[in-house]
């Protein structure tokens, strides 16, 4: 099963633009989750661009996100988010 829900957004912590590229997947995402996020960082001249997801990215998408730095909150990142902020 593939289920697919995009979802862009933005928002301005300590001065820095962000832009959110979500993803919820039930199976890795593709590294075209990468390239989204990279272009709409530019196209809306943010400053972060960060893709968000329930799952993991591919290890394409992994090598890519690192090669255009954007940041990548995954399953695990999302979970360590969720757990500090219940502290």
């Not at 979802?7 to 962000?18: A, E, H, K, P």
């Not at 990468?34 to 591919?58: C, E, G, H, P, R």
Request: aromatic share 8%; proline share 2%.
């Amino acid at each position: 099963l593939h289920l697919s829900i995009r979802r862009q957004r933005q928002m301005c912590i300590r001065d820095r633009s962000y832009i959110f590229q979500c993803k919820r997947y039930s199976d890795t995402v593709p590294n075209d989750a990468v390239q989204a996020a990279f272009s709409a960082k530019n196209m809306f001249k943010k400053d972060i661009a960060v893709v968000m997801t329930n799952s993991y990215l591919s290890p394409h998408g992994l090598k890519e996100a690192e090669s255009l730095n954007v940041k990548v909150w995954d399953r695990d990142k999302l979970n360590d988010l969720i757990r500090h902020a219940t502290q």
